[in-house]
């Protein structure tokens, strides 16, 4: 069986996978991706409503760790400071890409996340990237070079396309999120194949499940929204986010609570404020010397109607009209809103996450070209690193990045 020899073989046709072969093909490498799914890029695809939040404006590349985590979130700033936002921002209007800001420096495609694959395709061909798809990776080896060899050795891939040779290896696999669309843990494997360390994967940005008689009340409240504040942790590790809170009918969802969970820790409380911004021991006081209506009709000017009755159910004190409430029964519903404590069950699972946390430990890889510190020729770029982003583009944006780092550093042949 012949042997196809290339400078760089990439393994994953996903957002950092087709960015990195086309940027290296551009600087005249010869390129194979490879990927085992039927569509390429169904994570562009599904993401953000089918309009892709590509990147945001708002990253602040001198302090990454606002908006990442990870072991240690400092390692994507190398790659974030050189391929920024701007960087990307300025790809998709070269391509005449309309696009828009939706909330918080998110940026969507205005048509379609088609666009922003067909972008990453023709630059791709540019480059003049082979692309084998569908196509299976069975075994890697690493031969190393002779000390007569100026290489550092070479990978030999044998995939269901034949044998292939190439200098430089790059894992571009993703996580284990989504697995419907093709999600693989062949990067993590293939980490321990060459002896790097992984750090724990678990899933991120996912929905939060609770069951129990705790969660009854609440159990019919699915569909319903409203902005909230959300936190978890304690002093130094407390995180907090103001976003929309989304009930379903297994637990919790909506931007706050995706956020939150890249942060909340199995057996920890959630602490959540309700009713954000408002004075709520003065608006019901206020209430109930003017009224005689239920107190959850009342409350229902306050917060939605549905969650108000909801949670006037729970206690005697709450289910008689407002002007007949002891102003101590009130001081307790402002509080017990103000700060709703709940301990979530577990989650959704990777088939709702949308990232993965854990990965390939970044002290095992430069964090300015993303190569292994230990194997040469060995590169991880995207999401099976253990870098992940908040909701709202910043994923996208680590794929970006860390893709220029890591083409930028192969080396020709």
Excluded at 179 to 203: C, M, N, T
Excluded at 252 to 272: F, N
Excluded at 338 to 345: D, K
Excluded at 365 to 384: C, D, H, N, R, W
């Amino acid at each position: 069986m012949s042997t196809s020899f290339f400078d760089a073989v990439i393994i994953g046709a996903g957002a950092a996978g087709l960015f990195c072969a086309a940027r290296a093909g551009q600087r005249g490498l010869r390129v194979l991706l490879v990927d085992h799914a039927e569509k390429v890029a169904e994570k562009i695809r599904i993401s953000g409503g089918g309009r892709c939040n590509f990147t945001n404006r708002e990253l602040d590349v001198r302090a990454p760790q606002r908006h990442f985590v990870g072991q240690n979130p400092q390692f994507c700033r190398s790659a974030l400071s050189r391929f920024t936002p701007q960087d990307f921002i300025a790809l998709v209007q070269r391509h005449g890409i309309g696009f828009h800001e939706k909330h918080k420096g998110q940026l969507f495609a205005d048509d379609s996340a088609e666009n922003i694959i067909a972008m990453l395709l023709a630059e791709c061909a540019d480059g003049g990237v082979r692309h084998w798809q569908p196509c299976g990776v069975k075994s890697i080896a690493f031969s190393a070079a002779s000390p007569q060899q100026e290489s550092a050795g070479s990978y030999q891939i044998d995939t269901d396309r034949g044998l292939v040779q190439a200098r430089s290896l790059v894992v571009a696999t993703g996580g284990l999120s989504i697995p419907k669309i093709g999600a693989s843990d062949l990067g993590y494997r293939l980490a321990r194949q060459f002896a790097l360390p992984l750090v724990e994967r678990r899933p991120g940005l996912v929905p939060l499940t609770f069951d129990g008689e705790d969660w009854a009340p609440y159990a019919g409240l699915a569909g319903l929204a409203l902005p909230v504040e959300m936190a978890t942790g304690a002093k130094k590790e407390r995180m907090a986010f103001h976003e929309d809170l989304l009930f379903t009918h297994r637990g919790l969802s909506g931007p706050a609570v995706l956020q939150i969970s890249s942060y909340w820790q199995a057996g920890a409380p959630l602490a959540i404020n309700l009713a954000p911004g408002m004075d709520l021991p003065e608006a019901l006081a206020q209430a109930k010397a003017r009224s005689k209506k239920r107190i959850a009709n009342e409350l229902g000017t306050l917060v939605p109607g549905r969650l108000a009755d909801a949670w006037a159910s729970t206690d005697a004190d709450w289910q008689r009209p407002i002007n007949e409430a002891s102003d101590k029964a009130l001081a307790r519903l402002a509080e017990q809103l103000a700060r709703w404590r709940l301990t979530p069950t577990g989650t959704e699972g990777y088939k709702k996450a949308e990232v993965t946390l854990g990965g390939v430990d970044t002290r095992a890889l430069s964090q300015q070209s993303m190569e292994a510190k230990t194997q040469p020729g060995l590169y991880f770029i995207g999401e099976v690193v253990d870098i992940s982003g908040w909701l709202g583009g910043y994923n996208f944006q680590w794929a970006w990045s860390s893709a220029a780092a890591c083409a930028q550093a192969l080396p020709m042949h």
